[in-house]
Structures are given as structure tokens and as C-alpha cells.
């Protein structure tokens, strides 16, 4: 009897608890690796995000010769700035109000300068959302999946609404 019992336990550990082991480390390791890549990947383009705001905040410190101080007013006008037309008048009137001797002229070469950096801005941005989503994909599976994640902190990212219409698809 005792002999079956060791017979039936070996067999189990070699054709089920085995198996399902190599399983699951291979599934650890494609998970966490996936999961790595997708928060690096968003790291990255969190990188390049700021990058765009950084740059297009120079070309309008340079252009319409502001300070330093007028960075905390242009925080609160940069989603507007991603999100209306080129002839929207906000931004101008912004530069007025900070720098009254700003020749309104060349107000449509400062906003051909950026345009490029609000495009690269909506194509980061976009690709950061579908990692956001991969992301939560992978960390809210089912079992077994849930039991291999190791680190399932969510990718924290708050996007700025751009106009849909303007830029193409959805983000």
C-alpha cells in the first residue's frame, strides 16, 4: 500500500506539479519582463514629454523675451496651448499681458516653431496611453497571471486633452 502511495506521488510530481512549475516560471519571466519593458518604455516617453514642454517653453521664453517668472503662468496656458488652433488668440494675448513690447507679428513664427513640437507632443502622448492601457492589461489579469507580477504599481501618467477633431483619432 505504502509502495502505491510513493508509486502515485512520483508520478503526480513528475506529470502535474512539474510541469505546472516550468509553467509558471516561464510566465514569470514573460510577464515581469513584459511589464519591465512597458514601464520603462513610459519612462521614456514621460522623458520626451517633458523634453516638448521644455523646449516649446525656450522658444517662447527666447522669441517673446519673458522671464523665468512668466514659467507658472504658461503651466496654466500649455494644455491650451496643445489643444487650440494656431490662430487661437489666448497665447497671444498671453504674451501681451507678460511682455508689452512683444511685436504681434511675429507671433506666427513663434507658433511655426512649435508646431513640429506639438505634433512629436500628441504622438508621445498617444503612445503613452496605449502603454498605460497594455500596462493595466497585464497587471489586472486573472489567476495565474496575477500570482507571477511582481511589482503591479500601476503607471501613474495624467494626460492633457488635446482636440480630437484637430489631431485625428481618439487618444
Not at 506539479?17 to 516550468?22: D, V, Y
Not at 514621460?46 to 507658472?72: A, N, P, V
Not at 511655426?112 to 500596462?135: G, S
Request: proline content about 4%; hydrophobic content about 40%.
Amino acid at each position: 500500500m505504502i509502495g502505491y502511495i510513493i508509486v502515485f506521488f512520483v508520478l503526480f510530481v513528475v506529470f502535474v506539479a512539474m510541469p505546472f512549475g516550468i509553467v509558471m516560471i516561464i510566465l514569470s519571466l514573460h510577464f515581469n519582463r513584459r511589464e519591465r519593458n512597458l514601464r520603462n518604455e513610459a519612462e521614456a516617453h514621460r522623458k520626451i514629454l517633458e523634453s516638448t514642454y521644455d523646449h516649446i517653453w525656450r522658444e517662447i521664453k527666447q522669441h517673446c523675451g519673458l522671464s523665468e517668472e512668466h514659467r507658472r503662468s504658461f503651466n496654466n496656458i500649455y494644455p491650451n496651448l496643445l489643444d487650440e488652433d494656431m490662430d487661437d488668440n489666448t497665447m497671444l494675448n498671453w504674451i501681451l499681458d507678460n511682455n508689452i513690447d512683444f511685436d504681434p507679428s511675429e507671433y506666427m513664427v513663434i507658433m511655426d516653431n512649435i508646431a513640429d513640437d506639438r505634433k512629436r507632443f500628441v504622438t508621445h502622448q498617444r503612445r503613452m496611453i496605449t502603454i498605460l492601457r497594455e500596462h493595466n492589461s497585464i497587471i489586472e489579469k486573472g489567476w495565474p497571471i496575477k500570482w507571477v507580477i511582481k511589482n503591479k504599481e500601476p503607471i501613474h501618467y495624467e494626460p492633457i486633452a488635446t482636440n480630437y477633431d484637430r489631431w485625428g483619432t481618439h487618444l
